[in-house]
């Protein structure tokens, strides 16, 4: 069954955050995630957005989204980020 990715982004030095972006697309195809969404103001219908950036990535299951987040790849993207980003994650299974 599918599962999502849920991510808020706020960027604070957009430079920096543009080497995690070059590092992060190559492992999210490896792993096969889809980009569903990304919307840099999304419209807010509820509540107040904590982030300026929210994006929603699909994967086939949540063991192949858990093995693209642990993976020795992403976590050279995760590290050009620091400083540069803050994320707020969020695993969701899907539901059939």
């Not at 096969?32 to 699909?58: D, N, Q």
Request: charged share 25%; net charge negative.
């Amino acid at each position: 069954m599918a599962a999502y990715l849920h991510i808020h982004i706020d960027v604070s030095d957009p430079e920096r955050f543009g080497r995690y972006q070059e590092l992060a697309r190559p492992t999210m195809k490896a792993f096969g995630a889809r980009l569903l969404s990304k919307a840099k103001a999304p419209e807010m219908l509820e509540g107040e957005r904590s982030h300026a950036v929210t994006v929603l990535l699909e994967f086939d299951d949540e063991a192949a989204a858990n093995r693209w987040y642990a993976s020795p790849e992403y976590a050279e993207a995760i590290e050009a980020r620091r400083g540069a980003a803050t994320f707020v994650t969020t695993l969701l299974p899907g539901v059939s």
